[in-house]
Nanobody
């Protein structure tokens, strides 16, 4: 059965960096389009970045040039390197295979995710 676990979040000041990790069991990341999601209070669940099986990537405009998604297929781990963090990046972050939830909310079955808090 698919099991995913996010880690690496924390509290940093604006301009700082964090690297999020997503480890999986019961799923080979190389066989699925994998995504990082985030949802902050008052906001909808949004896709931050996608790693497609063909190696292409996607980023929302607000994080381009600052975030980098990558996969280590040997370790079956996905990463999100976040540099030059801004207060607007404050959110709970989740990893999941596509497709994502059909509604505006992240899937409650994803658990707590990992919290990123950026102070000004």
């Amino acid at each position: 059965e698919m099991q995913l676990m996010e880690s690496g979040g924390g509290s940093v000041q604006a301009g700082g960096s964090l690297r999020l990790s997503c480890t999986g069991s019961g799923i080979a990341f190389s066989d699925f389009d994998m995504a990082w999601y985030r949802q902050a209070p008052g906001n909808e669940c949004e896709i931050v970045s996608i790693m497609y099986t063909d190696g292409s990537t996607y980023y929302i405009d607000s994080v381009k040039g600052r975030f980098t998604i990558s996969e280590d297929n040997i370790k079956n781990t996905m990463y999100l390197q976040m540099d030059s963090l801004k207060p607007e990046d404050t959110s709970a972050y989740y990893c999941a295979a596509l497709p994502g939830p059909s509604g505006r909310q992240c899937d409650p079955n994803w658990g707590q995710g990992t919290q990123v808090t950026v102070s000004s």
